[in-house]
């Protein structure tokens, strides 16, 4: 009794400790007010890291932060995230600067937009801006009236940005009306960027003192940032998952074989694994268009659609559920991705192999159930009728007989049989079997 109190009292102890830690964690650590608060943009701009710049600057200036510096490296990404970005860094109320590093590095695409809309553009040598044009996601030009919006709606809104910051205006429309791009010495010498520096350190060296507008009529002073601490807001490791999740290709994958997974299991109970990692794939398939903007009723229409294959499988509705199913996911499809940019829609091909793999094994599935429903089933003492059994008794006419290695009462439907001869299982009463000679030409092997 002492030793199970005691292993009961250590292990409250270890919960209490981790539950302590826990806290901790997501306290986070404190942060230094009038630090220099640094960002890494590092990669493709997505919903995620427009997330995670949205928390960066809210944290720097939570803590009454002098600057926020967004190291960039980039090839370009959504639209719609760039523009997310360039909205939160006009309404911050702490100065922003862009640094494209390291050398190699670019702020090309929508990371040009991004480093317009900054209070301080900076490049290190060796890297490159421009060629904000915009494209599909499959790197294709946008054609017809479509094209020609987008492009005059880019074009506008990269050269107010600017002429906001008092940038080449004139360069930064090329940069998307002619995909017009420039390395660090060129962005210089034409104005699109103020500084040429080769680290961070010779950047708040260079801007110590002087004076941002943040808005209109609201200025800033950078006053000691050389000397000022630094405070790095990286990727948290659930934000670099859901960056990898955030994928609708990716993730209509993990649905549809999460989905394989799950119909698996269940036709065939017990081999687990495929349920697990079905169900596993599917959550994280969710998970993934949930980090998108796509419509939460599309997502439920989807996923009630599998909810109503599966029941087809399980619940002769006559194809009613299946074709329920159909209905639901051709409007979760339609739903979810309406108002979708076409980048951020999953790969079509892919879409349609995955549909005829899913529909194929569903088809074939349900075809095996169905055969199997129309089998009789046959349990108990009538499952043996047919079989062949040897006497361990004298049947004069009852006495026992060996069938499947059971010994069971038997009565001869006529005549008698000797003990280890061959009988036959012609019928059943109650728990008596009843049984025949077998002819002597019969060349069946007894059960038992």
């Known amino acids: 009794m002492r030793h199970r109190y005691r292993r009961l009292v250590a292990a409250a102890s270890l919960t209490v400790g981790l539950l302590m830690l826990l806290v901790s964690a997501c306290g986070g650590e404190r942060t230094p007010s009038g630090a220099v608060h640094v960002l890494e943009l590092d990669g493709t701009i997505g919903p995620i890291v427009d ?7 809210s944290r720097a200036e939570d803590s009454q932060a002098r600057l926020v510096v967004i190291v960039m490296d980039t090839p370009g990404g959504l639209s719609s995230s760039m523009e997310s970005i360039v909205k939160r860094i006009l309404r911050a109320n702490v100065p922003v600067a ?7 590095g670019r702020a090309a695409s929508a990371g040009t937009f ?12 060796g890297t490159r801006i421009g060629a ?3 494209v599909n996601i499959d790197g294709s030009d946008i054609e017809g009236t479509l094209g020609k919006k987008i492009e005059n709606d ?5 050269r107010a940005l600017a002429e906001m910051r008092g940038r080449n205006a004139d360069w930064a429309e090329s940069a998307v009306r002619d995909a017009a791009s420039a390395n660090a010495d060129e962005a210089l010498r034409l104005g699109v960027i103020e500084y040429e520096v080769p680290d961070l350190t010779a950047l708040l060296r260079a801007i110590d003192g002087r004076r941002v507008e943040l808005r209109p009529g609201v200025t800033f002073e950078l006053g000691n940032v050389s000397s000022a601490p630094r405070v790095e807001t990286k990727m948290t490791a659930w934000e670099r998952f859901l960056e990898f999740l955030a994928d609708p290709t990716l993730a209509s994958i993990l649905i549809s074989l999460g989905f394989l997974g799950l119909i698996f299991e269940l036709s065939n109970p017990g081999l687990i694994f495929p349920g697990v990692a079905g169900a596993i ?5 969710f998970l993934g268009l949930g980090a998108l903007p796509v419509e939460t009723a599309g997502l439920a229409l989807i996923a009630l659609a599998l909810v109503f294959f599966a029941l087809e499988l399980f619940v002769p509705s006559g194809g009613i559920l299946g074709a329920g199913g159909v209905v639901a996911l051709i409007l979760g499809a339609i739903i979810a991705f309406r108002d979708t940019p076409a980048e951020l829609q999953p790969n079509r091909i892919v879409l349609g192999i995955l549909a ?3 529909v194929g094994m569903f088809v074939s599935i349900a075809l095996g159930l169905a055969r199997m429903r129309r089998i009789p089933a046959v349990i108990g003492l009538e499952a043996m009728i047919g079989k062949s059994a040897i006497a361990r008794t004298p049947l004069t006419p009852e006495g026992f007989v060996l069938v499947q290695g059971e010994r069971w009462r038997a009565r001869m439907a006529e005549g008698q049989a000797r003990e280890g001869e061959r009988v036959r299982i012609v019928g059943a009463e109650g728990f008596e079997l009843v049984v025949r000679k077998e002819d002597a030409g019969d060349g069946t092997t007894p059960e038992g």
């Open 51 to 57: 997330q995670y710049i949205d928390r960066g600057i």
């Open 98 to 104: 862009v640094f494209v590093y390291p050398p190699g």
């Open 114 to 125: 991004v480093t317009m809309a900054a209070h301080i553009a900076a490049m290190a040598p």
């Open 132 to 134: 904000a044009s915009a």
């Open 154 to 158: 880019a074009a506008a809104l990269i």
């Open 281 to 285: 794939a599917m959550v994280l398939g």
């Open 356 to 358: 005829f793999v899913v």
